[in-house]
């Protein structure tokens, strides 16, 4: 059994797969292929963006934003404290500080009553100068942007949306990725639409944002081309092979991918109902499910779920074990007193189990009785 099982993805689409990269291979265009160029339209209109800049991982997608926006010494950028280390990473590259705020009980999503609350500190102290906003979509769950748009708007923040983990999840009729001024996603191997090595994209509606986006993204270069270089920028493309792995991704994912992984959470909530927390979706909202993370009553019985679940050869993760606050590269960031309880308790209580379009249902119901025999 496989936590995420790319190779039963590859034989499901192996044919048109192969196709593409032989239609790469044949045409030698290996750098801004037409298969580039055709995805980022697609992308762009699956999202319901304007445009859509493809680059070569999430993380540079990240840093790309954040230099569109001049995030740098002295700033303040705003994230919820679960997450992976890379939405704010490239801020404090900049010079930028990371101020982490708690997460809701429920969506395990940015909260907004945090986020409000930081930003107050921050502007009272007055040594930092808030800057923007980073929303991940935790684990493919969209956080609740009707509540967190207004409190950007408030203080002038401009919102970036980590949709690294969602893309194909939405939030009341629109798709991850629709969301804040810019909107960055991942193509990792393991995320929901995963490429054969490292991608990412940006998505803005801006005609300024785009040409600047596409100038970072190829040296700074201007209008004159990549020898007449304007700005400060970067070497971040995706490449043409894997535009052309994604293509036949993206309409899998489209087509049934998703409502497999739907069908694949829901008899794990019905199964562990009662058993421990079960993933929340908030209403008119659909996750993508990039990981099922339920919660234990306590870190003991968490600990003794992945031990029997390692006995059984069960593939099992922890996404994640530290709250961002807690860890060594940000001990010097300023906290202003937040007690992120929600992270604590979320971070010490979490175990992940094997999800993803292909999982049989024989599968499924061997990882459900492994649990259910511990809990």
Known sequence: MQFIDLKAQYRALKEEINAN????????????????????SK????????????????????????????????????????????STEPAKMLGAVSVF????????????????????????????????????????????YDAILPVCEKYGLTLVEDAAQSFGASYKGKRCCAFGRIATTSFFPAKPLGCYGDGGAIFVDEDELNDLCRSICVHGKGKGGKYDN??????????????????????????????????????????????????????????????????AKDTETRDRVIAHLKEKNIPNMVYYPTPQHALPVFRNEPTYGEAYQNANDYCARTFSLPMHPYLEEAEQQQVIDAVLEVL
């Open 101 to 144: 705020c708690d997460i809701t009980k429920d969506t395990y999503t940015l909260c907004p009553e945090s986020l409000e609350r930081q930003i107050r500190a921050v502007l009272a102290e007055g040594k930092y100068t808030p800057k923007a906003v980073v929303a991940v979509d935790i684990l493919g769950n969209p956080c609740d």
């Open 21 to 40: 990269i032989q239609t790469v291979l044949d045409s030698a265009a290996f750098i801004g292929g037409a298969q580039v160029k055709e995805l980022e």
């Open 230 to 295: 304007i700005r400060v920028g970067v070497n971040s493309r995706l490449d043409t092979l894997q535009a052309a792995i994604l293509l036949p991704k993206l309409k899998a994912l489209a087509e049934y991918e998703t409502d497999a992984r739907q069908t694949v959470a829901q008899r794990y909530n019905t199964a562990f109902a009662g058993k421990c927390v079960t993933p929340f979706v908030a209403e008119g909202c659909q996750s993508i499910w990039a990981q099922y993370a339920a919660l």
């Open 43 to 86: 992308l762009a209109e699956f999202a319901g963006r304007k445009y859509c800049i493809s680059c070569a991982n999430g993380t540079d997608a990240l840093q790309i934003a954040f230099m569109m926006l001049g995030v740098g010494e002295g700033d303040a950028v705003f994230c919820p404290d679960m997450t992976f280390i890379a």
